[in-house]
C-alpha cells in the first residue's frame, strides 16, 4: 500500500511537472490587445443601444417600455446575424465584448437552435437549445431567489 | 517464422502493398498548402447532404469508391474493410460505407484512427487472411464541432493552442499485389497519460504518447531517426510538435531533421487561421493518401514512419474530470522498385 502511494505520488509529480513545461511553451493571446478589442466591441454594441433607446424616449415612450424596445431589437439584429454566420466573426474578433451584452446570450440560444434542428423540433431544439445558456438561466433565476429571500428577511428584522 | 518484433512490433516478412489511395476534402482544405494534391474537393461542406453527420458518411463513401476505383477493383474484390471517424458509435463510417456490401471491421482510435486501421488492414493481408483489403477513416469540422464543442454558429474565441479538425476522408486499398509502396512494419502504441486536462491543446495531450511510440519502434526495430527519410505524426500541430520533439530529445533521439506533422502541412496558419494546425481521423489519413504516398511511389521519400496520434476522450469523460490521454500508432512505408 505504501509503495503503491509512492508510486502515485511520483506520478503525480511528473504530471505536474509535464503540466508546467506546457503551460510554459503553449502560445497565448496577447491580453492587452484582446482587451482592447473586446472595449471597442462591447462599446459599439451599447452605443447602439443607447442610440435605439434615445430613439424610442424622442418618440414619447416611458423610460422601461424604451429599455424593452431596445433590448428585443438588439436580441432580434443578433438572431438575425447569427442565422447569417456573421456573429461568429464578431465574436471570434471581439471575445467578450461580444460574449457579454445581450446579444451573445442571443447568439448562445440561437446557435444550438439551428445545429441541432435536423434532430427534430422535440429531441433536437426542445431538448438541446439551452445547452450553453442553460447554466445562466438557472443560476441565474436561482441567485436571484437567493437575493430574494435574504431581501426579505432583511425586510422582517427591519435592516433594510 | 515469426514476425513479432520487439515488444510492440511487427516486421512483416511478405510485405503487404498499397494499391492505391483516395482523398477527398472539404473547401477549406482545399485551399490549403495541399489543395491541388487531393483527389476530389468539394466546395459544398454539406456534401449535398441534409446533416453534417450525413455529409461526413458521404466523405467516406467518395473517399472508397476513389480509392477502389484507382485500383481497378470492384466492391466484391474488397474482402474486408476496416474503418472509423471520430463520431459517437462511429455513425460516420455505418452510414458511409453501409451499402458497399464488404465485410466491415469497425475500429476507433480518436485521430490515431487511421494509424489502427492500416495496421491491422496490413496484418490481415501479411497473415494471409485476405488478399485485398481497405481501410478508411474521416473527420468533419463541423459534425466534430458540434459533438465536441459548441454549436457551430456559437460565437466564441479559440485558444492559441487549439487545433482545427480537417474536413475530409482517406480511403486506403491494401493487398498483395506488387506495387511501388509496401508497408514492411507497424508499431502499436500503448495509451499515454501525463495528466493533461485542458481538451483545447490536444497537441500536447497526444506528444507523450508519440513520443513514446517512436521511442519504441527505435527500440523494437533496432533503428535510427537517419534511417528514415520522413517520421510524419498525425495531428501534434505546432504545440505538440514542439514537445515531441523536446520530449526525445531527452530520450536521446534526435529527429528535428525529418519530422513533420499532417496538421502543420494541411493549412496555412497564417492565413487560413487554423492556430495550431489540423487535427482529426481525416487530416493524417488525406495528407498519407495526397501528399507522402505519391512521394513515396516515386521514390523521392524511401522510408517514411507515418505515426497518426489520437486523443483519447468524450465530453463526458471531459466533464467528469477525467484527463486526456493520449495513443499513436505507426505504420512503416517503404518504396519498392
Known amino acids: 500500500m505504501a509503495k503503491k502511494e509512492q508510486v502515485s505520488e511520483e506520478k503525480q509529480a511528473k504530471q505536474q511537472q509535464y503540466n508546467e513545461y506546457v503551460k510554459q511553451i503553449t502560445p497565448t493571446r496577447s491580453l492587452p490587445l484582446q482587451m482592447l478589442k473586446a472595449f471597442i466591441t462591447g462599446g459599439l454594441i451599447c452605443t447602439l443601444g443607447q442610440f435605439i433607446l434615445n430613439i424610442c424616449e424622442g418618440n414619447g415612450l416611458d423610460k422601461d417600455t424604451s429599455g424593452g424596445w431596445c433590448s428585443m431589437i438588439l436580441i432580434l439584429l443578433s438572431i438575425v446575424l447569427t442565422g447569417l454566420n456573421i456573429y461568429p466573426s464578431i465574436a471570434k474578433w471581439g471575445g467578450a465584448g461580444a460574449l457579454v451584452p445581450i446579444t451573445g446570450f442571443a447568439n448562445s440560444v440561437a446557435a444550438p437552435a439551428i445545429e441541432f434542428q435536423k434532430e427534430g423540433q422535440v429531441f433536437g431544439i426542445g431538448c438541446k437549445i439551452f445547452t450553453i445558456a442553460g447554466p445562466v438561466i438557472l443560476y441565474g433565476i436561482f441567485t436571484s431567489w437567493a437575493l430574494g429571500v435574504i431581501y426579505w428577511i432583511g425586510k422582517m428584522i427591519g435592516f433594510f | ?337
Open chain 2, 1 to 337: 517464422m515469426s514476425q513479432m518484433i520487439g515488444k510492440q512490433s511487427i516486421s512483416f516478412t511478405e510485405p503487404p502493398y498499397i494499391l492505391a489511395s483516395g482523398s477527398v476534402v472539404g473547401k477549406k482544405e482545399g485551399e490549403g498548402p495541399l489543395g491541388k494534391c487531393f483527389d476530389m474537393v468539394c466546395d459544398d461542406d454539406k456534401f449535398g447532404s441534409e446533416s453534417w453527420e450525413d455529409a461526413e458518411s458521404t466523405l467516406q463513401k467518395e473517399a472508397v469508391a476513389l480509392a477502389m476505383g484507382k485500383a481497378g477493383l470492384k466492391q466484391e474484390e474488397i474482402r474486408y474493410i476496416f474503418a472509423g471517424d471520430l463520431l459517437g458509435q462511429t455513425i460516420a463510417t455505418s452510414f458511409g460505407i453501409m451499402n458497399y456490401k464488404i465485410p466491415l471491421f469497425g475500429v476507433y482510435g480518436a485521430c490515431s484512427t487511421a494509424g489502427e486501421s492500416i495496421s491491422l488492414a496490413a496484418m490481415s493481408v501479411a497473415g494471409g487472411f485476405a488478399d485485398t483489403v481497405m481501410a478508411v477513416t474521416s473527420s468533419h469540422f463541423a459534425s466534430a464541432e458540434k459533438q465536441f464543442r459548441f454549436p457551430l454558429e456559437y460565437g466564441n474565441q479559440r485558444p492559441a493552442s487549439a487545433t482545427w479538425t480537417v474536413t475530409g476522408s482517406g480511403a486506403f486499398v491494401i493487398g498483395t499485389k506488387k506495387t511501388h509502396t509496401k508497408i514492411t512494419g507497424i508499431t502499436t502504441g500503448k495509451i499515454v497519460d501525463y495528466g493533461i486536462r485542458d481538451s483545447m491543446n490536444m497537441g500536447a495531450a497526444m506528444a507523450p504518447a508519440a513520443c513514446d511510440l517512436i521511442a519504441a519502434h527505435f527500440e523494437d526495430f533496432q533503428t535510427k531517426p537517419k534511417d528514415y527519410d520522413k517520421i510524419v505524426t498525425g495531428d501534434l500541430g505546432y504545440v505538440g510538435k514542439k514537445i515531441l520533439l523536446d520530449l526525445l530529445k531527452e530520450k536521446g533521439f534526435d529527429i528535428s531533421e525529418m519530422h513533420t506533422d499532417c496538421g502543420i502541412e494541411i493549412f496555412d496558419k497564417d492565413s487560413q487561421g487554423t492556430d495550431s494546425g489540423g487535427s482529426g481521423c481525416g487530416c493524417s489519413a488525406v495528407t498519407l493518401s495526397a501528399h507522402f504516398l505519391p512521394h513515396i511511389e516515386k521514390g523521392v521519400l524511401k522510408r517514411v514512419l507515418f505515426v497518426p496520434t489520437g486523443a483519447l476522450l468524450s465530453t463526458v469523460s471531459f466533464n467528469e474530470g477525467q484527463n486526456v490521454p493520449g495513443i499513436a500508432h505507426g505504420v512503416v512505408i517503404e518504396y519498392e522498385e
